[in-house]
């Protein structure tokens, strides 16, 4: 076994191939140039998108040469859905998403040594192409009943597919023909959901060009109750500080199940074998200690959004569970821990308000009453200080940043509250 699809089957990424023992030989022949796609559905990408980025940074470690293909003009079209038709977006919106993703993979790739990395955009060679030329040299290659035995076309055929969703994967195969003809590319990888339209690649520069290239499938994580993995009960974890904070993300993978901790480690950390050997053992000998969901939060905060985020949210954990102080976390932060333990606002109009009060705004208890039930039984917390007074108000001292109070009822129920003069 070629010692970097070794390590990417340990890891659990290969799960499909076009011929593997053909793959094996054709890595070991030496340095290859594969490609990887990105749609631009969104101002950023998401944590089933990191995935690839992970499969490419260990390809390129291995000596092999990248392409990152950001897809501007399959953005614009979109892959079919299995249960309706996607939302066109606007062409500036797309071009404005392309320039974000742009940015964004070219974290995650080494664009300097012997084997830089290059991104490109499919928009370069299928905009000028005329539609003629697009049917006769591209179309003629496609049986339609081969692409209407597609999964994704079946399933819509009853309900109805358009046109131009139902010829995503003419493009999706351009891609690979035009990549192999300039930069000499022979594999293209992509999750699992995307071997029809990868494998379409494969069959069309045999049939132009007679050349045999390559091709593997990824797994579509899920979590341990089969949903889709990188969803929460408020949306997608996204890559984009801005959408999902570094605290929220490192809260994320800190509430890994036990059952898909390693298999996350083993994509998403670069860890070698025997560190997260050592994990899965202190997972199933220790799990109270929550070893692995720790070093799983760790390094994937650090690679999205480097050691320094990666540290402040370390803090800010250990600050809202009363493990440091509060007052030492920057407005920015408390801000982000707001946002990602349900803060709310209470409005001041004179005096603050009581203790109970901003225990029950903050929902760590169902009301006031039950507030000062917790106060008297000593179970309730201001900013990590316990109180016991049930008839206790709030003083300026008490307003982190002069508006943020953090509640906590017990050990792990926690809220924020902002308060707003009036």
Not at 13 to 36: C, I, K, R, W
Request: glycine share 8%; aromatic share 8%; hydrophobic share 40%.
């Amino acid at each position: 076994m070629n010692a970097v699809l070794d390590e990417l089957k340990w890891r659990g990424l290969l799960v499909e191939s076009t011929d593997e023992q053909a793959l094996v030989s054709h890595l070991a022949a030496g340095p290859v140039t594969f490609y990887v796609g990105f749609d631009p559905t969104a101002p950023s990408l998401h944590f089933g998108n990191l995935v690839q980025l992970m499969v490419a940074r260990a390809l390129q470690r291995a000596g092999h040469h990248p392409l990152i293909l950001v897809g501007g003009s399959t953005g614009l079209i979109g892959d079919p859905k299995e249960t309706s038709e996607r939302i066109l977006n606007p062409k500036e919106t797309v071009a404005g998403w392309v320039e974000s993703i742009r940015r964004q993979v070219e974290k995650f790739v080494d664009f300097s040594g012997q084997n830089p990395a290059r991104v490109v955009n499919n928009l370069d060679w299928t905009g000028p192409m005329p539609v003629l030329d697009f049917l006769r040299d591209i179309g003629k290659h496609f049986p339609v009943n081969r692409m209407l035995s597609r999964d994704v076309v079946r399933q819509r055929l009853e309900g109805g597919i358009s046109y131009t969703e139902f010829s995503y994967v003419l493009l999706q195969a351009l891609d690979y023909l035009q990549l192999h003809r300039a930069y000499g590319c022979t594999l293209q990888f992509g999750g699992s959901d995307q071997w029809g339209n990868i494998t379409a690649g494969v069959e069309l520069i045999r049939r132009v060009e007679r050349q045999r290239v390559h091709a593997f499938a990824t797994p579509l994580l899920t979590k341990a109750d089969g949903t889709k993995f990188g969803k929460t009960e408020t949306g997608t974890v996204w890559l984009d500080p801005g959408m999902t904070s570094p605290y929220a993300l490192h809260q994320y993978f800190l509430n890994v199940e036990d059952e898909k901790v390693i298999e996350y480690l083993k994509v998403f950390s670069e860890r070698n074998r025997p560190e997260i050997d050592e994990l899965e053992r202190q997972t199933r000998e220790s799990p109270q200690l929550r070893a692995a969901q720790r070093a799983l939060a760790d390094d994937v905060t650090a690679l999205v959004h480097g050691a320094v985020e990666r540290d402040a949210a370390i803090r800010a954990a250990d600050a809202v569970f009363g493990r440091s102080d509060l007052r030492e976390l920057p407005e920015s932060v408390l801000d982000d821990v707001a946002a990602e333990i349900g803060g709310t606002q209470l409005e001041a109009n004179g005096d603050l308000p009581t203790v109970a009060e901003v225990l029950a705004a903050g929902g760590v208890v169902s009301s006031k009453s039950a507030a000062r039930r917790a106060i008297t039984e000593g179970g309730a917390y201001v900013n990590n200080h316990r109180v016991t007074d049930p008839d206790a108000r709030l003083a300026e001292y008490d307003l982190l940043h002069g508006r943020y109070v953090i509640v906590r009822r017990g050990k792990r129920t926690v809220g924020a509250v902002s308060i707003r003069r009036t």
